[in-house]
């Protein structure tokens, strides 16, 4: 079966300095790749999503990049965080028949 | 674009009672989803159900994609239903996915 892995669960980082948040799937070859935000109380932004190695598309400009170095692994970036970066991230992976999967997610806090 | 709409934004139930929600969405659909956020955040897969009837357990989701809505009946809750309860859309022609605001749901013991 499919599992989807997130980590670090939490983090705590000031501004103004990096981030790699790192997701991976197994039990599935070339999956379509998402990340969503979520701020405290709201719904879910989607931020990037990946059909294929080198193959990403960013829905909201930021200070946020993302990468995949492996058919399974996408990567979430930056090289200076922003208070407002904090929330709750969210790796998904859409099975063939477009359903969604989520990982556990990473909360992160700015201070 | 299309735009989803879930209604009521927050719910308070007693243990045992029945609820219902609703997802309204703006164009036709050929795919659609319910999650439960858990309270650690996790979201959990309840139902991909792009028209008709499924059940599972106390939860059951109807779609009706000619008039737009969906709905997710929970009976009998208990209060590990709490959490909020998400409908996802695909947009045609893409592969991103919209989500609706939610309905936060309580369940008191």
């Known amino acids: 079966s499919q599992t989807i892995h997130q980590w670090p669960a939490t983090l705590v980082q000031p501004v103004g300095s990096p981030l790699s948040l790192e997701c991976t799937v197994e039990?599935?070859?070339?999956?379509?790749l998402y990340w969503y935000r979520q701020a405290a109380g709201r719904g879910l932004q989607l931020l990037f999503y990946?059909?294929?190695?080198?193959?990403i598309s960013s829905e909201v400009p930021q200070n946020l990049s993302a990468s995949r170095p492996q058919d399974r692994q996408f990567i979430l970036s930056s090289k200076k965080l922003l208070l407002s970066d904090s929330g709750f991230y969210l790796c998904?992976?859409?099975?063939?028949?477009?359903?969604?999967?989520f990982g556990p997610g990473t909360r992160l806090t700015v201070l | 674009g299309i735009q989803v709409e879930q209604s009521p934004p927050d719910l308070i139930l007693q243990e045992g009672a029945n609820s219902t929600l609703r997802c309204n969405f703006s164009?036709?659909?050929?795919?659609l989803q319910w999650f439960h956020q858990n309270p650690w955040g996790q979201l959990i897969n309840l139902f991909y159900i792009p028209s008709g009837t499924k059940q599972n357990g106390r939860l059951s989701a109807t779609t009706v994609a000619t008039e737009r809505y969906s709905l997710l009946y929970i009976s009998s809750s208990q209060t590990t239903d709490s959490g909020v309860y998400f409908c996802?859309?695909?947009?045609?022609?893409?592969?991103?996915?919209?989500f609706g605001t939610g309905t936060r749901l309580k369940v008191l013991a």
């Open positions: 164009d036709s659909v050929n795919n």
């Open positions: 990946s059909i294929g190695i080198d193959q």
């Open positions: 996802a859309i695909p947009i045609s022609g893409t592969y991103k996915y919209i």
């Open positions: 998904a992976w859409i099975a063939p028949d477009r359903t969604q999967y």
């Open positions: 039990g599935t070859s070339n999956p379509n």
